[in-house]
């Protein structure tokens, strides 16, 4: 089958677990090419081949494996203070709510999945930029350490803010009507 071929890209945690380490030693160039593009590909190529998803054998092992992947990765969010490895857990989370709206073919989520990938894409790479911008200011990516500079630049703030309403599905972002449509 060739879904298998796009499984690889998937950022299933367990699998992945490279991946913050990746986001960590890359440059911030690097880290956006990487969640915008190539951590999409898996989900895109198990949208193009979503017909073929419920005659095939595995469907339940994916949904398990992004079930216990979301609450993993959330329990990890909770005691790393690196922001790059936070933002870089959150997208693994994310792709696999993603995951598992395609795998369940409730309702034609289809478009819901494809459209959190999409924007998904823009709001991590934001992250990434505006977590380069406060390592260029203080020379850490921590985030204790980093807690004090919003009030310093209230511009980057403003972005900070923007990125991080998106990232949870709030009022400007775009995939506000598909986080409500797949929680429904």
Known sequence: ??????LVKLPVYGAHLWLPLAHVEAP??????????LLKLGGIGILRFSKYLHSCSFIDWVLVVSLIGIMLVAGTCLFVTDLKKIIAFSSVSHIGFSILLISLRIKNPLWVAF???IVHAFRSSAMFFVVYYFYLYSNSRNLVINMGLIRINPIMSFFWLLAIIASLGGPPAINLLAEIWAFM
């Open 115 to 117: 459209l959190i990938l």
């Open 1 to 6: 089958l060739p879904i298998w071929g796009f």
């Open 28 to 37: 911030v160039y690097g880290s956006i090419i990487l969640a915008g593009i």
